[in-house]
């Protein structure tokens, strides 16, 4: 058990450097742990430092670029940043079995997000929501003073919303202004808008106001995508019957749902994340959407056309930018939009609407047909022959014996290995 003080004092105030010395001392790394740490790959020490606190390395993660995706009738490359193998052949696989059918056909409901901005102490609720609703003009005025930039490019506040909430500590009147972010995630941009309006609501209505911030149910910025595959194209009527009883199965059971959707996210995340986007926002808006009825439910809907085709759609919120936060600070998602050729986030957010739904349509198709392991065992193969120490070529050799004996397991890796060095 070690024994040391996490209270570092000045730790934050150390160069990058010094803080490895640090923790190393402290932990007890050795050097080759430290210079592992001090390579912080493609993303610059420096730029690294100004991202985050505390900085002592960097985590890198593959990107894979999923191939065969026609997107609103143009072939896009999409790059996608994972750790998880299967999610990049996933999308390649249903994007190719649509390619007849013309891909995904994608919208969106423009970049609105929402500024709560939460008021309490008041002893008539009705009265005050009315009040802050008359205000409309000073608000947007107030609003759109803060962004002077995002005005100038077509955004700014566009709507208003109050409601009253009976909660524990009493009614609160919770105010929404809806604002056009255009090309940013639109975070910081509607924070700065509600923290410069909530002291003339409380001025206006004799309350108190307390939290001003964004919400992440972003539904005012909805992307969707739909696409269909012949039963010709997946392997037949039964499997399309299948793969329409696996949604049926999702959309009535929360655990199901759960890990449904976590399949979708799956593909949308790794696109999230290459395009230096925040995952997290991306991802609480897609649950709290999939619970918007009141029983969490599957992100995409899935049916049989007219035509005997699969149908698949998926809506979802899309808080994503080309610019603000890490988009334009890291140097590696300027390249993966490059390769995307996603000029506007608006662009971005269909392109990623359009990843997960051929994530769900992979992963549905595999759990009605053959199970979702025979696709994973291949590059898991390889994970488990890594994690028992093969390395180079034997890394292939010892996962094909896995696969081979159809026991994808370390202690079966382990024995390979030893096998094939001679021991
Ligand atoms: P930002 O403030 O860095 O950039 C947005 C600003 O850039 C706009 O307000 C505008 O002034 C300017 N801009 C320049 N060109 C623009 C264009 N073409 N379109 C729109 N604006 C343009 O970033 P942001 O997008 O407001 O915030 C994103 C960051 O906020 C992310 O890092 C996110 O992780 C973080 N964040 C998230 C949450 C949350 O999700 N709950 C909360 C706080 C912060």
């Not at 392997?235 to 929360?254: I, Q, T």
Request: glycine letters at 8%.
């Amino acid at each position: 058990m070690r024994n040391f003080s996490s209270r570092i004092s000045g730790f934050h105030k150390q160069s990058l450097d010094q803080r490895i010395d640090t923790v190393a001392d402290l932990t007890g790394l050795d050097g080759t742990a430290a210079a592992h740490l001090r390579d912080t790959g493609n993303l610059p020490p420096e730029t690294a430092e100004r991202m985050i606190e505390n900085v002592i390395g960097t985590m890198t993660v593959p990107i894979g670029v999923a191939t065969n995706m026609i997107v609103d009738g143009r072939d896009v490359l999409v790059p996608m940043a994972t750790e998880e193998s299967s999610v990049v052949a996933a999308v390649c696989n249903a994007a190719r079995q649509c390619r007849d059918s013309d891909g995904f056909v994608t919208s969106t409901s423009g970049a609105l997000m929402i500024a709560q901005i939460q008021l309490l102490d008041i002893g008539d609720p009705e009265t005050a929501r009315i009040r802050i609703l008359e205000r409309r003009d000073d608000i947007q005025a107030i609003c759109d003073d803060m962004d002077p930039v995002l005005i100038r490019l077509g955004g700014g506040f566009r709507d208003l919303e109050v409601r009253v909430l009976e909660t524990r500590s009493g009614p609160m009147v919770i105010t929404h202004i809806v604002v056009d972010v255009r090309d940013a995630m639109g975070a910081n941009a509607v924070n700065s808008m509600a923290e410069a309006l909530a002291p003339h609501i409380a001025e206006w209505t004799g309350g108190r106001t307390c939290l001003r911030i964004l919400s992440n149910l972003a539904d005012r910025r909805l992307a969707r995508a739909r696409a269909e595959w012949t039963p010709e194209a997946i392997g037949g009527e039964s499997v399309r019957d299948g793969m329409v009883e696996a949604f049926h199965f999702a959309d009535a059971d929360p655990y199901r749902a759960a890990t449904h959707n976590k399949g979708i996210m799956n593909g949308v995340s790794a696109v999230v994340l290459a395009t230096g986007n925040d995952t997290r926002a991306v991802e609480a808006g897609a649950h709290a959407f999939a619970a918007r009825t009141g029983r969490y439910r599957s992100l995409t809907r899935w049916e049989v056309t007219n035509d005997g085709n699969l149908a698949g759609v998926l809506e979802l919120p899309m808080a994503v930018g080309l610019v603000g936060g890490a988009t334009k600070v890291h140097p590696t998602p300027k390249i993966c939009l490059d390769i995307m050729g996603a000029e506007t986030a608006e662009a971005l957010a269909r392109i990623i609407a359009a990843i997960g739904l051929a994530q769900n349509f992979s992963a549905l198709k595999a759990l009605a047909t053959t199970g979702i392991q025979k696709g994973h065992m291949a590059l898991h193969a390889q994970n488990i022959a890594m994690m028992a120490g093969a390395e180079g070529t034997e890394v292939d050799t010892v996962a094909k014996a896995l696969v081979d004996r159809g026991q994808v397991r370390i202690d079966v890796a382990e024995e390979e290995l030893a096998r094939l060095r001679g021991n």
